[in-house]
């Protein structure tokens, strides 16, 4: 399967300050996929991104995905405590099969 | 959201136990998953079916059995587990590749 390593694995942020979460594999991703995970929830697709250098943004958020199709990122801007969660990376095969990163625990401070 | 609907939520059962947890998808989908997810560990993959066939297996142990009758119905079957099987056991759905995954509120379980 496609590996994927995600850093870092904990994130505490003010609210207010932008971060960012990191997506990385030592192979050629065909797709990278983003989901969210509240406390107790279970994971929420976010987006996906399939092409070299592609940027997609939703609100706050940009995903993003490198030219080399190797890493990705999340980029939270304004952090809200409506932020909390875990972010996860995955990439899927051709049956939709998901290789999910670790994920970033986001803690936010008032 | 009730794309993705499981039960029950929160299972008790003990070793000798022989219980099935049920995923029901309303979205049209032509794949069905199960994840299992433990404390500090990634989300691991456990079956796949794609229009009702098994396409992957992946290592499990023969206590964890699924069954999937028809494309929007999926089945985890039960019997003698560990104590260590307690975690959450997630279904998904999805239109197979280049697609998102969508997932149930998953089975909280606990085996004693």
């Known amino acids: 399967g496609q590996q994927v390593m995600q850093i870092p694995q904990y994130q505490h942020v003010q609210e207010g300050e932008d971060f960012t979460t990191y997506c990385n594999s030592s192979?050629?991703?065909?797709?990278i996929q983003w989901y969210k995970q509240r406390p107790g929830g279970h994971p929420v697709f976010l987006i996906q991104l399939v092409k070299s250098g592609e940027v997609k943004k939703q609100k706050r958020l940009t995903f993003q995905f490198g030219e080399a199709k190797k890493n990705s990122s999340l980029h939270i801007t304004a952090t809200q405590t409506t932020d909390v969660g875990t972010y996860f990376c995955?990439?899927?095969?051709?049956?939709?099969?998901?290789?999910f990163g670790a994920g970033t625990q986001v803690v936010v401070t008032p | 959201e009730t794309g993705v609907t499981q039960t029950p939520r929160h299972l008790v059962m003990g070793m000798t136990n022989k219980k099935s947890l049920k995923c029901e998808q309303h979205?049209?989908?032509?794949?069905m998953y199960w994840y299992k997810q433990s404390a500090k560990k990634p989300l691991e993959l456990m079956f796949v079916?794609?229009?009702?066939?098994?396409?992957e297996n992946n290592s499990v142990p023969s206590r964890f059995s699924p069954e999937c009758p028809n494309s929007s119905h999926l089945f985890l079957h039960l019997h003698t587990l560990q104590p260590e099987d307690s975690a959450l056991y997630l279904c998904?759905?999805?239109?197979?590749?280049?697609?998102?995954?969508?997932f149930g509120p998953g089975t909280r379980l606990t085996v004693l």
């Open positions: 079916y794609s229009l009702e066939e098994r396409v």
């Open positions: 192979t050629t991703l065909s797709n």
């Open positions: 995955a990439s899927a095969d051709s049956w939709g099969k998901l290789q």
């Open positions: 979205l049209g989908h032509n794949a």
């Open positions: 998904a759905s999805s239109q197979g590749d280049r697609s998102g995954s969508f």
